[in-house]
């Protein structure tokens, strides 16, 4: 069975930095695409970033292209979403998580899987 685990989260000011990373364990890591969704407090789950099983295929949202980078290390089993320049909106939990469609790098959160438990990201002004 897949896991998943996200870390990285904390409380930082707009402008900071954070580093998210997400632990796959259980199956071949490189055997899945993956994403990072988020969703702050009343709002539905959004799609942040995404990435093919190589790396080499990525897609952003609109809200965070330039700002943010997903990348992956396929020896760690680990995805990481570089954060830069972050805005209080950018504040909610965020998830990590494994499609098992390699090749695709959606942003559609129906074709993962499996999903971590999230980690809090606040950001204030």
């Known amino acids: 069975q897949v896991q998943l685990v996200e870390s990285g989260g904390g409380m930082v000011q707009a402008g900071d930095s954070l580093r998210l990373s997400c632990a796959l364990s259980?199956?071949?890591?490189?055997?899945?695409?993956m994403g990072w969704f988020r969703q702050a407090p009343g709002n539905e789950r959004e799609f942040v970033a995404s990435?093919?099983?190589?790396?080499?295929?990525?897609r952003y949202a609109d809200s965070v292209k330039d700002r943010f980078t997903i990348s992956r290390d396929n020896a760690r089993n680990t995805v990481y979403l570089q954060m830069n320049t972050l805005k209080p909106e950018d504040t909610g939990v965020y998830y990590c998580?494994?499609?098992?469609?390699?090749?695709?790098?959606?942003?559609?959160?129906?074709?993962?899987?499996?999903w971590g438990q999230g980690t809090q990201v606040t950001v204030s002004s």
């Open positions: 998580a494994a499609s098992g469609h390699p090749d695709t790098y959606s942003s559609r959160p129906g074709l993962y899987a499996y």
């Open positions: 259980g199956r071949t890591f490189s055997n899945y695409a």
């Open positions: 990435t093919d099983w190589s790396g080499s295929g990525t």
